[in-house]
C-alpha cells in the first residue's frame, strides 16, 4: 500500500480548489505544479498535466485510508459525523483521467492513486445516462467489471490494485447491477497520460523522466510487452464480440493504445476473458469448432494486433484508420521499430522467435505460428 501523506489536505486543498474557480487554464497550473512538487520540484510541461481532449478541473473529495476510498458524493461526507469525517478522512482535491471516468490523487512522494467509479446512491442507477466508452451507468462502475480488473492488475504485479463493493440495484433497462470503486496505484504511474499520446509528447515526456526517447520507448515496449505475456500465460484475453456499424462486427480486442498508461502499463482490463467465458465468445461468434488452442492464439494475435496496428476483422482484411494503432499514429519508422522489437524480445522471451515476429505482426496465421513456437 503506498504511503500517503497529502499536503493538498484541509484548507490548503479547498483555498487551491477556489483559486482555480472552474478555470481550466488555472487547473492545469495546478496540476502541473502539484506534479512537480511531487517530483522534487521537476518541472512538469503544463501541457502533458492534463488528460488528451479532456478538461482538468479538480474536484474536492475525502480520502479514506483505511478502506482506500475516495468519498466522491456529498450525500456521503453528510451522512457522517463531522468529527468522524475530519478523523478518519482527508480532505484534498483530485484531477480527472483519461477517459473522464475516473480521478487521481498525486501523493507527495510521486506517487498516485486513481479511482474508477463514484461513491453515488444505488437509486442513482435508475437514471444515470450512458457513459459513450464503457457502455455502463454514467458515473458507476460495475463490480463485474471491477474485480475482474482488480484480480488481473495483481496477477501482472505492476500496478497494485484494489476493488470495494460499494452497492447495488437496478438501471435502466433492469438489470440489477453491482458497483463499486476500483483504486490503481504506482510509483512510476501517470493513469491521465497515455500512449495514444503522439510522439512527440512521449518525447517531451522522456525529457522529463531524463531519458533519451530510445530508452524511454525501449523500457515502455518492455513493460508492455512483458504484462501482456503474464497476461496470456494466465490464459486472459482482453477481447470481445462488438458491433460497430458498417465497419466492423466480430471478436476484437481492447487492448487499443488508449487503454497503455504512458509507462507501458496495461489498464481497463475489465472486459478480460478467460477458460470458458472465452470458449462462449467463440461460440456466440459462431467460430465454437475452433480447438481452445485456436482460440488462445487468435485472441492473443488480437491483443498484440490492436496496440499496433489496430481493429483487424475477421473478414482478413485490415481496416487502416479505423481505430489507429501506433503505426497509424504518424511515429516514424525507426521508432515504430525500435518498440516493436523491444516488446517482443519481452513478450517472447525468445530471442530466436523476434525476427519472425517483426515480419509477420501483422498477419494472423503466420504470428499464431510465432506465437505457438513454430517459426516462419
Avoid at 18 to 46: L, S, T, Y
Avoid at 60 to 83: H, M, N, S, V
Avoid at 88 to 104: C, G, K, N, W, Y
Avoid at 250 to 260: D, E, K, R, T
Amino acid at each position: 500500500m503506498i504511503a500517503r501523506s497529502c499536503r493538498l489536505s484541509g484548507e490548503r486543498a479547498v483555498e487551491l480548489y477556489k483559486k482555480i474557480e472552474f478555470n481550466d487554464q488555472a487547473a492545469r497550473q495546478a496540476m502541473a505544479g502539484r506534479v512537480a512538487e511531487a517530483h522534487q520540484g521537476k518541472p512538469f510541461p503544463e501541457f502533458l498535466a492534463a488528460p488528451f481532449g479532456r478538461s482538468c478541473l479538480p474536484r474536492e473529495i475525502y480520502f479514506q485510508p483505511e478502506k482506500r476510498l475516495a468519498l466522491t458524493d456529498p450525500l456521503y461526507w453528510e451522512a457522517l459525523a463531522p468529527e468522524k469525517l475530519a478523523q478518519e478522512h482527508l480532505h484534498t482535491i483530485a484531477f480527472p483521467s483519461q477517459s473522464d471516468r475516473a480521478m487521481v490523487i498525486i501523493w507527495d512522494n510521486g506517487a498516485v492513486s486513481e479511482f474508477k467509479g463514484e461513491t453515488l446512491p444505488s437509486s442513482y442507477l435508475k437514471s444515470a445516462g450512458v457513459h459513450d466508452q464503457s457502455q455502463e451507468p454514467y458515473g458507476f462502475l460495475e463490480a463485474v467489471k471491477g474485480e475482474r480488473e482488480a484480480e488481473c492488475l495483481r496477477e501482472i504485479g505492476a500496478i497494485d490494485s484494489q476493488f470495494t463493493p460499494l452497492g447495488e440495484g437496478e438501471d435502466a433497462w433492469g438489470r440489477h447491477l453491482g458497483f463499486g470503486q476500483l483504486v490503481r496505484e504506482g510509483e512510476a504511474f501517470f493513469p491521465w497520460l497515455r500512449l495514444d499520446r503522439p510522439l512527440a509528447d512521449l518525447c517531451h515526456f522522456s525529457r522529463w523522466q531524463k531519458l533519451s526517447l530510445e530508452t524511454f520507448l525501449q523500457q515502455t515496449a518492455g513493460r508492455l510487452g512483458g504484462q501482456l505475456a503474464k497476461l496470456h500465460a494466465n490464459g486472459c484475453f482482453n477481447v470481445g464480440y462488438r458491433s460497430m456499424g458498417n465497419y466492423f462486427k466480430g471478436i476484437l480486442s481492447y487492448c487499443h493504445v488508449g487503454n497503455v498508461e504512458i509507462n507501458g502499463n496495461l489498464l481497463d482490463l475489465g472486459t478480460v476473458k478467460r477458460g470458458a467465458e472465452l470458449a462462449q465468445l467463440y461460440e456466440d461468434w459462431g467460430e465454437g469448432k475452433k480447438s481452445a488452442e485456436e482460440q488462445s492464439l487468435f485472441s492473443a494475435f488480437l491483443d498484440i494486433y490492436r496496440i499496433f496496428g489496430g481493429i483487424y476483422p475477421p473478414t482478413g482484411n485490415f481496416l487502416w484508420g479505423l481505430d489507429r494503432g501506433l503505426l497509424g499514429r504518424e511515429w516514424d519508422a525507426y521508432s515504430f521499430d525500435l518498440f516493436l522489437k523491444a516488446f517482443a524480445e519481452s513478450y517472447l522471451k525468445n530471442t530466436a522467435q523476434v525476427g519472425s515476429f517483426m515480419a509477420n505482426w501483422h498477419n494472423s496465421q503466420k504470428m499464431m505460428a510465432v506465437l505457438n513456437g513454430n517459426q516462419e
